[in-house]
């Protein structure tokens, strides 16, 4: 059974940081691409990154402030986040696959973690 759970949301405040993680099993973690995705309140979800290969790739938004990288040991995958802005509140969800196909494949995420920016 493939799982993924996400870990790590909270609420913080602006410029504060935090590090996700996404513990997985049930699937070939080392060699799968996998992606972060993150839902707004009334928005639809986007991609935030994504690890392919061991190359990385960031939204706009979060480049220079985030970083993906997988723990193959650990089989878990991170997003560390920082300089954290209230338009980076949303619901943050690993997925398997890259954002092409995770985005409209729900099967694919996880439950979810929520990441709250406010003052």
């Known amino acids: 059974e493939v799982r993924l759970v996400e870990s790590g949301g909270g609420l913080v405040q602006p410029g504060a940081s935090l590090r996700l993680s996404c513990e997985t099993s049930?699937?070939?973690?080392?060699?799968?691409?996998m992606c972060w995705l993150r839902q707004a309140p009334g928005k639809g979800p986007e991609w935030v990154a994504v690890?392919?290969?061991?190359?990385?790739f960031y939204e706009d938004s979060v480049k220079g402030r985030f970083n993906i990288y997988k723990d193959r040991s650990k089989k878990t995958l991170y997003l560390q986040m920082n300089s954290l802005k209230p338009e980076d509140t949303a619901v943050y969800y690993c997925?398997?696959?890259?954002?092409?196909?995770?985005?409209?494949?729900?099967?694919?995420w996880g439950q979810g973690t929520q990441v709250t920016v406010s003052s």
């Open positions: 049930g699937f070939t973690f080392g060699i799968v691409d």
């Open positions: 997925a398997r696959g890259d954002p092409t196909e995770a985005l409209f494949n729900t099967a694919l």
């Open positions: 690890i392919e290969d061991g190359d990385t």
